[in-house]
């Protein structure tokens, strides 16, 4: 029985995954950089050049790797298609290790389904989902989840596959290796050999991506602690459940800190921080202890280097504008609706409790309906949406164009490969 509800849960996600926007498979397409920047440069350079070149300040392999296949193995017009079956790999595998995988946070099918419903139903825009763009924020959500997983002595094909993940995740993105210290935590404390030898993989990434690393000056803008705890508000505690209200919230600290000067502004982060405090401390006191620490430090890491390191105009500032950067802040989201899963009880005798749990349920739902409507609505503005295979015969004529990719405002551009 258990192994059925597994495989529909299964079966459910993929359906989901691919129908919510089909048009990203009948008609694919490059979003972003990864069309102006990594495809740009993969079609026009030999595969070492694209394989081992941190071309925007890190590495990012699982990137440079799908468009050096996409820009290789088909014709130029299915090139996104490649791209987009990539990242669909990387957003499935997330679920699947929910689904199949052991932890005492996820060990009825119940809380396997709800997880599952918010890992898919979170994303509000089209920046994260199904490119590869997006997939180094999945890839440290998959870390999140290997990290939280109770198997201490796992088969040698789950051993090898979890190696292989967080190589990828480390490898693709620095997020995945801000969580270096947590893996070192649970394997001095449950003394499990693979979560050391999963630890000295990501030290490996560490290094690797510390070598690859240039700060560019966009990314150097550090909001100060007050204006982080005040972003993280609007992007983590606020947009996953009203991104309307967010966004309200959003202009109050705008005006706050242009008509009441910095001391008031500091004085309301500071405030801030000491609700974002406890709502955590509320969240998590019931959590065993050491998959309470390990949640909490994914959820403060992460958020962290969200806030800090994402880019968002000077001091990052922009970062309260929940239209801007929302890929930094899907994982925190979905942490943070972890942390209220996890909190649920009603099997407790106080009817305190009891209550408690109910407005949780609530939030989890209106959560997931605050994501399918935002997603509908981001969906119906591609109607209009120009074709990959339209741009490419245009290129064919003409060599000097510059193909149109999306979102609105991208093109990227093609040149003959390099001898």
């Known amino acids: 029985m258990k192994i059925i509800s ?12 691919v129908f919510r926007d089909y048009t990203l498979f009948s008609a ?20 070492s050049s694209v394989i081992f070149v941190a071309e925007v300040g890190y590495y990012n392999f699982y990137t440079q790797l799908a468009v050096l296949l996409a820009s290789r193995i088909v014709p130029l017009e299915h090139a996104p298609l490649v791209t987009t079956v990539m990242a669909f790999f990387v957003q499935y595998i997330t679920i699947m290790i929910v689904v199949w995988d052991n932890s005492s946070l996820w060990n009825t099918t119940l809380k396997k389904a709800v997880i599952t419903a918010i890992i898919i139903f979170i994303p509000r825009t089209a920046e994260i989902w199904l490119n590869t763009n997006g997939s180094q924020y999945f890839f440290s959500l998959i870390t999140i989840l290997i ?35 947590l893996f ?23 290094v690797i991506q510390l070598l690859s690393i240039y700060i560019e000056p966009s990314r150097m803008g550090f909001p100060t602690i007050t204006a982080a705890g005040l972003i993280a508000w609007v992007r983590v505690f606020l947009a996953p459940f009203s991104l309307i209200f967010a966004q ?9 800190y242009r008509s009441y000067g910095k001391v008031v502004f500091h004085l309301a982060g500071f405030s801030i921080i000491v609700i974002e405090a406890a709502i955590i401390w509320i969240l998590t006191k019931q959590i065993i202890k050491l998959k309470n620490i390990l949640i909490v430090g994914s959820f403060l890491f992460l958020t962290f280097f969200s806030t800090y390191f994402g880019i968002g105009g000077r001091e990052n500032m922009a970062l309260l504008d929940v239209s801007v950067g929302n890929r930094y802040f899907y994982v925190p989201g979905v942490l943070m609706l972890l ?5 649920i009880d009603f099997k407790s005798k106080k009817t305190v409790k009891n209550i408690l749990s109910g407005i949780l349920v609530l939030l989890m739902v209106t959560s997931c309906i605050n994501g399918l409507y935002w ?8 109607i209009n949406w120009t074709t990959w295979s339209s741009e490419v015969a245009i290129w064919k004529n003409k060599h000097s164009y510059r ?14 490969r390099k001898n």
Not at 6 to 17: D, Y
Not at 248 to 256: H, R, T
């Open 339 to 343: 942390m209220i899963l996890f909190s």
């Open 147 to 181: 990290l939280l997983s109770d198997d201490e002595k796992p088969s040698i094909f789950k051993k090898y596959v979890y190696r292989i993940l967080i190589f990828f995740a480390g490898l693709t993105g620095v997020l995945s290796c801000a969580l270096t210290p």
């Open 28 to 47: 694919p397409r490059f979003w972003a950089e990864e069309g102006a920047i990594w495809f740009s440069h993969a079609f026009s350079h030999d595969w």
């Open 248 to 256: 309200i919230c959003s202009q109050y600290i705008i005006n706050i």
């Open 184 to 206: 070192f935590l649970k394997a001095w404390k449950t003394r499990a050999k693979e979560t050391y030898v999963q630890a000295g993989a990501l030290v490996i990434c560490c």
């Open 6 to 17: 597994q495989l529909v849960i299964s079966a459910v996600a993929m359906f989901i995954i």
């Open 403 to 416: 193909l149109k990719i999306w979102p609105t405002g991208w093109t990227l551009k093609l040149e003959e």
């Open 375 to 382: 997603f509908q609505k981001d969906k119906l503005k591609k």
